[in-house]
Structures are given as C-alpha cells and as structure tokens.
Nanobody
C-alpha cells in the first residue's frame, strides 16, 4: 500500500517561515510529478506548486518569490519551503503525487492527509 505522510504544519506569525515535507512509502515503480495544494476555509482547493521528476517547477502567482518546492528522489520526499508568510496563506496544505505502480504500471494520483498552516499574530 502506497501512502503519503506529511509533516506537521503549525501557527506562524506573518513574515515567518515554515517548511513542509511529504514522504511516500510503500511499493511503487516511480513517482512522477509531485505537488502541493491548499484549501482555505470556504474556498476550493488550489494548486500551489508542482515539481516534475526532472525538477522543473511552477507556482501559483500568489506564492512566486516566497515559496520554493523541491524534492529528494532518493528519499521519495517533496518539500515546500514557505517564506514571508501572509495571513492569506492560511489553509490546509495537501501534497499530491503521480505514481506508477510497481507491478502493473498503473498510474494514479495519491493525496497526503493534509496539514493545517495558520498565519496569524
């Protein structure tokens, strides 16, 4: 069984920083794109940042220059470094991975459990 386990979020003051991690475990052939999404209260889930297996990244405009997505393929882990946090960054953050299964080459998307990030003074 493949699963994604996210690190804890937390309460951060405006202007502060926080790093999230998400590790994949279980049996699989490969992990393709990995991404971070977020969902604020009363809003739809939105893509925050994505990184390909080769390291190409893209970001939603609202986080460009503040957030950095990276991955360690040897550890099957994706990170989200969040700097200069703003109250509007408050949301539950979810990691997502595009995975190829080990036996059948079936491809599927998997979600982490979600971790809350609150930016407030």
């Amino acid at each position: 069984q493949v699963q994604l386990v996210e690190s804890e979020g937390g309460l951060v003051q405006p202007g502060g920083s926080l790093r999230l991690s998400c590790a994949a475990s279980g049996s699989f052939r490969s992990i393709n794109d990995m991404a971070w999404y977020r969902q604020a209260l009363g809003k739809e889930r939105e893509l925050v940042a994505k990184i390909t297996a080769g390291g190409t990244t893209n970001y939603v405009d609202s986080v460009k220059g503040r957030f950095t997505i990276s991955r360690d393929n040897a550890k099957n882990t994706v990170y989200l470094q969040m700097n200069s946090l703003k109250p509007e960054d408050t949301a539950v953050y979810y990691c997502n991975a595009h995975i190829t299964s080990a036996t059948t080459s079936y491809e599927f998307f998997l979600w982490g459990q979600g971790t809350p990030v609150t930016v407030s003074s």
